[in-house]
């Protein structure tokens, strides 16, 4: 009861000063002057110096470091940049770049096909080693697979905002908080709904789900049942997700900041007391997990029975390719033989007739002899080749070539994302300017499915394998997935608006992660048994999110 109070009332006390719309600090505390008014200055080398304008190149005006990032400007010019900036240039050192959006289109592809290559290539190197170290499969499915799944996500939100001015930092963050929001949202939203699409089952009389049994599909008679544990790592994912709060409490006061300098003031230490937060709560979670192995046992499960099922298509090939191999010919005569002698003449000698049936008989049972030795052959090569797929397919007999491999295959695809992650931003800030959508929503739209791609179709896959322990590890891995979001990336971007001394400007979008999280958690909390039409409103909430962004971005001017 006294959580319940402490919680209600916090929230109502939020509530009130959202509504209020009063600072809690008073600019005589913060030593700050009166906002300054961007837009009344004309030119570029008199907004450029002035603290906390930048000139718009793209739109020759001058604007506060916030309603830049919100206008889609490019050519930002700060300071004494305005010859150097602010003269349009398609130029990305090594990496290639384009002014029409078509061309845009066709970078942002590649670079999405590199991402998801290295995605797939740190997925492969960590599945490898966890076969190749079972007796250590809790601690690398609790701490290395986690941490390498969140990766790509991490690497983009980096380098967002890591590199640049301050100024272009600003404008370029919006990609990041595209990325975290975009893949918490799908994950709990696209998936979900495809899984419980994929691996729904027929209900009995009693309202239990049938493993394994599919007739049709139906809304109401069909549905999945999850374990007792999945609603745990539910809960975990809420829990994790209130750490928004710790900056945008105070964003929340500050909402309508012209220049956003007090705003910044304030938010710095708390981005930091986020940041500390965050990496302990990854921490501790991957303790957790370590601790309580459930999440981790069910992935050695997963990769345990992928490579069952390798083998198994291995072995239906060499038998296909054996039987072709020693299938006997057809009889050009088709039987023609007995057909012949049963159609002898009647004036035909007996006794020749006797020793032509004789021989036929003698014919038919050296093809059956032959057949049998046939069939014994096959067996003997079936077997042999069965133990040598088996020898060849356990990685462990190949210790160190195998241990060589994965290491390269999850450095290979770290270095990979690390090298075309700046690009990628690069080209999604220029492809939102071109078509006049604000970087959010393009990357909010396009990341998440480069770096997360190969995870979605192999969830998905193993969903539909309808079994109630392939839905309680898919839905599992979603939460476990969001968990990390909530750690991992708001850790990261929480240390780039401490170091990098950002504002910050995303309540909208951080609203919205709270809205899609909470509903998800508050359902998946206390229910194991989802019947399909639970996939109509959760896949709803896909576009629901970015109508809500859209709604308080540019209705209530909540940016």
Not at 102 to 115: D, W
Not at 150 to 166: E, H, Y
Not at 363 to 382: C, D, N
Not at 514 to 525: F, K, N, P, Q, R
């Amino acid at each position: 009861d006294r959580m319940r109070l402490a919680t209600v009332t916090f929230f109502l006390s939020l509530f009130l000063v959202v509504s209020s719309r009063a600072p809690l600090w008073n600019d005589a505390e913060l030593g700050d002057s009166v906002a300054l008014n961007c837009s009344s200055v004309s030119d570029c080398s008199s907004c450029a110096t002035q603290d906390g304008c930048l000139w718009c190149g793209s739109q020759n005006q001058c604007y506060s470091y916030e309603i830049a990032g919100r206008n889609n400007c490019t050519n930002l010019c700060s300071g004494s940049s305005c010859a150097d900036i602010c003269t349009p240039s398609c130029t990305r050192g090594i990496f290639p770049c384009s002014e029409t959006w078509s061309g845009q289109i066709i970078l942002i592809l590649f670079y999405g096909v590199l991402l998801g290559g290295g995605a797939k290539l740190i997925s492969d190197g960590s599945e490898l080693m966890l076969e190749l170290f079972p007796k250590w499969g809790t601690v690398i499915g609790a701490l290395l697979l986690p941490i390498l799944g969140a990766i790509p996500d991490a690497a983009i939100i980096l380098v967002s905002g890591a590199f640049g001015s301050r100024e272009e930092a600003q404008t370029q963050v919006a990609v990041g908080v595209g990325t975290l929001a975009g893949s918490t949202i799908m994950l709990l939203t696209v998936p979900w709904a495809a899984s419980l699409i994929l691996a729904r089952c027929d209900i009995d009389d009693v309202g239990e789900t049938i493993d394994g049994k599919c007739t049709g599909f139906s809304l109401t008679r069909q549905a999945v049942e999850v374990d007792q544990d999945t609603p745990t790592n539910a809960r975990i994912m809420f829990f994790t997700s209130t750490f928004y709060f710790i900056v945008q409490g105070v964003a929340f006061a500050y909402l309508y900041d012209a220049t956003g300098t007090k705003a910044r003031q304030l938010e710095n230490p708390f981005a930091l007391a986020g940041f500390i937060f965050c990496a302990v709560a990854l921490l501790g979670y991957c303790v957790y997990q370590v601790f309580v192995p459930k999440l981790a046992a069910k992935r050695q499960e997963k990769v345990e029975k992928d490579r069952e099922a390798r083998l198994l298509k291995l072995k239906a090939l060499h038998v296909v390719h054996t039987l072709q191999k020693f299938a006997p010919k057809k009889s050009v005569n088709n039987g023609s033989d007995l057909e012949s002698a049963s159609l002898l003449p009647e004036h035909e000698d007996i006794g020749n007739a006797k020793a032509l049936n004789m021989g036929l008989r003698w014919k038919k049972k050296a093809a059956a002899s032959a057949e049998e030795k046939r069939q014994q052959l096959v067996e003997e090569i079936e077997n042999k080749e069965e133990s040598e797929e088996e020898q060849e397919d356990d990685p462990r007999l190949h210790f160190r070539k195998n241990l060589i491999k994965g290491l390269a295959l999850m450095i290979g695809g770290t270095v990979v994302i690390a090298f075309f992650s700046d690009p990628m931003v690069d080209v999604i800030t220029d492809f939102s300017a071109t078509i006049h959508v604000q970087p959010f929503f393009v990357s909010f739209l396009l990341t998440p499915y480069c770096s997360n791609a190969s995870e979605l179709i192999s969830s998905l896959v193993f969903a539909s394998g309808k079994r109630r322990e392939n839905a309680s590890l898919t839905y599992s891995q979603m939460y476990g997935a969001a968990t990390m979001n909530n750690t991992m990336g708001l850790g990261i971007f929480f240390a780039l608006v401490y170091f990098r001394k950002l504002a910050w400007a995303f309540t909208a979008e951080t609203l919205a992660i709270l809205l899609v999280t909470w509903i998800l958690a508050g359902i998946a909390s206390f229910k194991t048994h989802f019947k399909v039409y639970w996939a109509i409103p959760v896949i709803a909430l896909y576009p629901l999110s970015l109508v809500f962004v859209w709604f308080l971005e540019s209705v209530v001017d909540w940016a």
